[in-house]
């Protein structure tokens, strides 16, 4: 018997039972733990790549104007921007569509930098223009990058994301478009020299040249740092389309100097020293004003297409509570739908939500915060009983809510 037991080995790599977890037997053979995880391998690069291939196409009837008539369905105002994104991914489409030109004209990429304050609608313009296209599309946070080498991230996993997103289909992914956020939050901290590295501000910006610029890269499907024993993909970034945005803190300050250089007597004044006509300077930003901000020359020549967002004022932000199509009014009223509940909001309450937001300074972000404030004792109490069919939210329910301390601690730390 114990002749028979040692005489068990697998069938296909010739392993004994004793060097072996776990070893399946078959009619006329068997096989071990090793070998069944290889044999899974091998079906799912060879039999089922077809299936997990991103299906990637390209509309035809795809104009600017129609892009723009959808990015207007969701996000309020932002003309310029929305002019400049729509431009920019028609563009794209044209130069993916040239690839089999015989001319020798070739069309080059123009990547962008969208410039706002927090809560206008940067990351909101990416998301929605990602619904509109079936391309891959991925949006990454560049706050979590240092130059390789550092503890963090490095900026290859930038296309690592990218690869998820279509399945690991590298033909799919090599006509995508990235969104990199929080641009602004690399940008070089002084320009002093110094002993010590910047290893998350200009290392992270050179080390994405060669990603904006185009070159081919190896990238690691599912990130170095943590697999490092994995293979190496190849991907060429030429025809991938970068967009990034960030908030730029400061950044108003910087062009209204430079716009009052030229101006003469009280006028030089009030750029300088208003926020409210600082906020609206944003419209004269150009190349010069990011380079002293602390973004390097070689990045921003990458990045030609630059666009600003402007600051939200109170008809915007009325219009953004319940004028989208995933307006934050509607998205309350489905949520009480779902109990049953008919919510109905009144317009002085409205009005009142509008102009707490514009106090905050907090964009669109602002009004779901007071939202929140206001809904919260609502939303615990209301689904437990039987006998509400419909909720209204008037002047004097607002102001309750928002006089409360919750509400003070939230108009103290904006």
Known sequence: MRRRKEEFKCSFCGRS??????????????????????AQQIIDEELYQQDKRFMFSLPKMLKPIKIKEFLDQYVIGQEEA?????????????????????DDVEIEKSNIIMVGHTGTGKTLLARTIARFLNVPFTIVDATVFTEAGYVGEDVESILSRLLQVCNYDVSAAEKGIIYIDEIDKVARKSDNPSITRDVSGEGVQQSLLKLLEGSEVYVPPQGGRKHPEQKMVKINTKNILFICGGAFSGLEQIIARRIGQNVIGLKSQKLLGGSQEQDKNLRYVSPQ??????????????????????????????????????ALVKQYKKLFAMENIELEFTDEALEFIVKQAVEFKLGARGL???????????????????????????????????SNEKAKTLRVAS
């Open 17 to 38: 039972k004793e060097e072996t977890l776990i070893l399946i037997a078959g009619l006329e053979g068997h096989i071990c733990e090793g070998c069944v995880e290889q």
């Open 82 to 102: 929305k002019k400049v994104l729509s431009v920019a991914v028609y563009n794209h489409y044209k130069r993916l569509n040239q690839q089999n030109s015989e």
């Open 289 to 326: 004003d990011i380079r002293k901000f602390g973004l390097i020359p070689e990045l921003i020549g990458r990045l030609p297409a630059l666009t600003y967002l402007e600051p939200l004022d109170k008809k915007a932000l009325s219009a953004i509570l319940t004028q989208p199509k995933n």
């Open 368 to 402: 779901r915060s007071i939202c929140e404030a206001i809904m919260t004792d609502a939303m615990f109490e209301l689904p437990s009983k039987t006998n509400v069919s419909k909720f209204v939210v008037d002047i004097n329910y607002v102001e309750e809510k928002l």
